[in-house]
C-alpha cells in the first residue's frame, strides 16, 4: 500500500520518471545505474551496507525503503557534512569528529 503510494507521488513529478522494477537486492546497483535513477522505491528492509554500496554507484540517487509493515520506511541518501571549527576546545573536537550534540548548532546555522 505505501509503495504504491510513494510509486503515485513520485510519478505525478514531472521531473521524475518511473523506469521499471527489479526484484530482490542481486541487480539493483546495475539496474539503478543503467537507467540513472533519481530514487529508488524498494519495498523491504535494506541494510546500510547494501545502501552504501548501492549511492556509492550512483551518488546523486536517493533511495526509499518501505517497512515491511507497509507503516513507515528509510530515505537514504549520500550527503557531504561539514562542521565549523572556529575557535574549538579539545573537547567540541572529539565531539566535531563523533558528531556529537555539541556541534549540532553550528551545522544548523551553515
Not at 17 to 44: K, M, N, P
Not at 54 to 81: C, F, N, Q, S
Request: proline residues 4%; neutral net charge; aromatic residues 2%.
Amino acid at each position: 500500500m505505501l509503495a504504491d503510494i510513494i510509486s503515485a507521488i513520485v510519478a505525478s513529478q514531472t521531473d521524475f520518471e518511473l523506469v521499471g522494477d527489479v526484484v530482490g537486492t542481486a541487480g539493483l546497483a546495475l539496474a539503478a545505474s543503467q537507467a540513472a535513477a533519481d530514487i529508488l522505491i524498494r519495498g523491504g528492509r535494506l541494510q546500510r551496507r547494501q545502501a552504501l554500496r548501492l549511492l556509492w554507484r550512483a551518488p546523486r540517487m536517493k533511495i526509499v525503503t518501505i517497512d515491511p509493515d507497509g507503516h513507515g520506511g528509510v530515505l537514504y541518501e549520500l550527503r557531504l557534512d561539514c562542521a565549523v571549527l572556529d575557535e574549538i576546545s579539545p573537547i567540541a573536537l572529539v565531539a566535531a569528529i563523533r558528531g556529537g550534540p555539541e556541534n549540532s548548532d553550528q551545522r544548523a546555522r551553515r
